[in-house]
């Protein structure tokens, strides 16, 4: 079956405009995930949806940072008046139990 | 608090050559989960394998082998005749429950380098 995933692939914004990146998760899947990737760096967790439930948005590095997930399935991660330290991969990952599966991420770029 | 290290940033080997990555964690749970993902230069992570904290045997996939020792809080990962596929960034990972969801802890990646 399809696996996650993300739009757009890449993005190139200039500082201080918003950005908003989608993933896709697989199908049935109730736990949405999404992380940053820096250059060269371990992965970061952002936020968690699962279900209906609160989302955990602990990770969240400011209030720049939100994300939304409708329907219990799309999630959208927008960023606002974003700032050069944002450039970053963004990945999204699902998981139905313990195990998640990740989307191939989207590469952002703040001139 | 759940911790996983990496100690091994890089490393280079030459092909068909054996290589074991480490992993070392830390938690106060008794029911936990570990993961090795691997990231090659595409930039997908691609999901290896899940142990469970009550599952101590070993594992072999291939060339791929994996050594649970609880002990030593350790799951590392061996690859067996390294081939230049092989090479890409490996991440531990745990993934302990709170608050009804899996919170996962990911180690800083060990990247791999298999040279032809």
């Known amino acids: 079956g399809a696996g996650v995933s993300q739009s757009p692939s890449n993005k190139v914004t200039e500082k201080g405009k918003d950005v908003e990146l989608r993933c896709d998760p697989i199908?049935?899947?109730?736990?949405l995930y999404w992380y940053r990737q820096s250059l060269g760096q371990g992965l970061e967790f952002l936020i968690y949806?699962?279900?209906?439930?609160?989302?955990?948005k602990s990770g969240l590095p400011s209030d720049r940072f939100s994300a939304e997930r409708t329907g219990g399935s799309v999630s959208t991660l927008t960023i606002q008046r974003t700032q050069q330290e944002d450039s970053a991969v963004y990945l999204c990952?699902?998981?139905?139990?313990?195990?998640?599966?990740f989307g191939p991420g989207t590469r952002l770029l703040v001139l | 608090a759940q911790k996983v290290t990496q100690a091994q940033t890089e490393i280079s080997v030459v092909e068909k050559e054996d290589v074991t990555l480490d992993c070392v964690y830390e938690?106060?749970?008794?029911?936990?989960?570990l993961f090795w993902y691997k990231q090659p230069p595409s930039g997908e992570l691609v999901f290896l394998i899940r142990?469970?904290?009550?599952?101590?045997q070993n594992e072999i996939s291939g060339r791929y082998s994996w050594n649970f020792q609880k002990s030593t809080s350790s799951f590392n990962f061996t690859i067996t005749a390294s081939q230049v596929v092989d090479s890409a960034v490996y991440f531990c990972?745990?993934?302990?429950?709170?608050?009804?969801?899996?919170?996962?802890?990911f180690g800083i990646g060990t990247k791999l380098q298999v040279i032809p």
């Open positions: 990952a699902s998981s139905s139990q313990t195990t998640q599966y």
């Open positions: 199908s049935g899947h109730t736990a």
């Open positions: 949806f699962q279900g209906n439930s609160a989302p955990d």
């Open positions: 938690t106060r749970d008794t029911t936990y989960y």
């Open positions: 142990r469970n904290s009550f599952d101590e």
């Open positions: 990972a745990l993934s302990e429950s709170r608050r009804g969801y899996q919170k996962v802890t």
